[in-house]
């Protein structure tokens, strides 16, 4: 894997990737932040070597670098999930990545579903902690130990004094902003009523399928790390209709400029 990485890192310095500060990936139906980026290069994923591609239609599929709020950044316009067949490793692949190219501060969005029913959609959700029901780990695989600490630490995976920083803003700027716990399932099933209720016994705020693998490997590297979730729908067991995809899309581009605020206002402060 250390090939691989070099092999890209390389390519991507060669379009004009130079030493990035700070990470950003951006979730289901998040991509506008991209617009307040002042865009120096971009590439497609299917054009970087040893890169995965995004399969899922609302996800752009770019690797962008530039500005924002004065700081030089490396934004995924689009990520990498189990359910698309992907191994652990490849859903993790562009944090290594990032990492290599310079960053110090890895900042990730998702779309989720509201377990907590006192959460509603369209709030957003500062992911304090976390649970991996993806049925595995991206550092479980021979030669980890090449890359960093194999028995990495958890009892903080996000970073303390970010997070309070997050609060901080979200609450100058009138955003509601809950602290929670997400869970991270393989999808892309949506749950059942029985998984709903044993996702709230077991104490998660909020459900995706995505952000704890590259939580890990941040962890792994050593990279200061915040998430916030973009809370879509309400999963309530007792009161559970169909799912709308459509109006999960809409619900994040709703709360989407709130989230946005957040992290141009945070990176000011990096």
Do not use: W
């Amino acid at each position: 894997m250390i090939k691989y990485i070099k092999e890209t890192t390389e390519y991507l310095q060669s379009k004009g990737f130079d030493n990035p500060e700070i990470g950003i990936i951006l979730g289901t139906g998040l991509g506008q932040l991209i617009n307040d980026v002042e865009i120096i290069a971009e590439v497609s994923y299917n054009h970087i070597p040893n890169f995965p591609t995004a399969t899922v239609e609302f996800h752009k599929g770019k690797l962008v670098y530039g500005t924002l709020a004065g700081k030089k950044v490396v934004v995924m316009q689009g990520r990498f999930h189990l359910y698309e067949g992907y191994t652990l490793q490849d859903v993790t692949y562009p944090v290594r990545v990032m990492h290599q190219l310079g960053i110090k501060t890895l900042l990730v969005s998702n779309a989720s579903g509201a377990i907590n029913l006192d959460f509603k959609k369209g709030e957003l959700m500062l992911i304090d902690d976390h649970i991996n029901l993806q049925g595995g780990s991206p550092l479980a695989f021979k030669g980890v130990e090449e890359h960093g600490e194999r028995f990495t630490d958890m009892s903080a995976p996000y970073d303390l004094a970010i997070n309070s920083r997050i609060e901080d803003i979200a609450k100058s700027n009138n955003i509601k902003l809950h602290r929670g716990v997400y869970a991270s399932v393989v999808g892309p099933q949506l749950e059942t009523r029985a998984e709903y209720r044993m996702l709230k016994i077991i104490g998660a705020d909020a459900v995706g399928m995505s952000t704890v693998p590259e939580i890990i490997v941040a962890n792994h590297l050593n990279l200061s790390v915040a998430a916030v979730s973009v809370l879509t729908d309400e999963c309530d067991p007792d009161n559970l209709k169909p799912v709308d995809i459509p109006e999960i899309i809409a619900m994040a581009g709703k709360a989407e400029p709130n989230m946005i605020t957040i992290f141009k206002e945070l990176i000011k402060t990096l």
